[in-house]
């Protein structure tokens, strides 16, 4: 693996265009770490890279809720939750690859009422990669959790 990153923070608006479908916007930001650029840099006394700069991704996804349905916790409150697959793309943009980004995942929301859901999501983004000349296709696998807030809609 030539880079890892341990923290990913994004921030996403969705807009539902039915029950089913959503259309989601992100941006994530992210830092870089490598191993193996470092003891390449350290053997050959070059700089390759600056591994402390951000990563930045831009994407578009279209959310699919393929099944919903209830749970009921410990014997008590029950809340709805969503299963849903996700397909889109974007741009990442960090000093070895800057180019088109494809996506697609598997989410999981969880709803605590009317306006709050905790949400679990693993994607892999698959984009163009170049180091020391070459190029690659590289598969970037995210696992995020987070929530969702909803805002009313007012008719």
């Known amino acids: 693996m030539l880079f890892r990153s341990n923290v990913y923070v994004q921030g996403a608006y969705t ?4 029950e089913s479908l959503g259309l ?3 941006f ?5 770490e490598s191993d193996v650029v470092r003891l390449i840099e350290n053997d050959r006394g070059i700089s390759l890279l600056r591994l402390e700069t951000p990563i ?10 393929i099944a919903y349905g209830k749970l009921r916790w410990f014997g008590g409150r029950i809340s709805r939750f969503d299963l849903y697959l996700a397909a889109g793309g974007g741009v ?3 000093q070895s690859a800057r180019g088109l980004t494809f996506s697609g ?3 999981l929301k969880f709803y605590f009422g009317s306006w709050f859901a905790l949400r679990f999501d693993v994607r892999d983004q698959i984009l163009s990669q170049e180091l020391l000349g070459e190029q ?4 970037n696998v995210t696992a995020t959790f987070g929530m ?6 007012r008719n």
């Open 56 to 65: 930045f991704t831009y994407m578009g996804h279209l959310l699919w809720s």
């Open 105 to 107: 995942g598997l989410g």
């Open 24 to 26: 989601e916007a992100s």
């Open 136 to 139: 690659s296709i590289v598969n």
């Open 148 to 153: 969702s807030v909803f805002l009313p809609v």
């Open 28 to 32: 994530g930001w992210s830092r870089a």
């Open 92 to 94: 990442t943009d960090n």
């Open 15 to 18: 807009f539902h265009v039915s």
